[in-house]
């Protein structure tokens, strides 16, 4: 089982991102939170963002907008299809 782990990161890389939520004191001061996340698979950049007064909704489209890159949007409308279909059921 400890093998199969190390073969699913690498066959899997492309579509794994890891993410970081954190805080930086400015020189004033002043509190800045930083979202930033990261490819696992070529460690770029695929989205940073920093704000003063984070909000839920800027969490979530900080959320939403790095996972428009990952998954490809054939994949995002057959998710909201299915998932539509299962809640009328």
Known sequence: MRKDWPVNLK??????????????????????YCFFVISHGRRNILHFNVTEHPTGSWIVQQLREPSQRIVP????SWTATSSSAERSR
């Not at 066959?11 to 800045?32: C, G, Q, S």
């Not at 949007?73 to 995002?76: K, L």
């Open 11 to 32: 066959n899997h890389r492309e579509a794994i991102a890891a993410l970081d939520f954190f805080t930086v004191p400015t020189a004033t001061f002043r509190v800045l």
């Open 73 to 76: 949007p054939s994949i995002w």
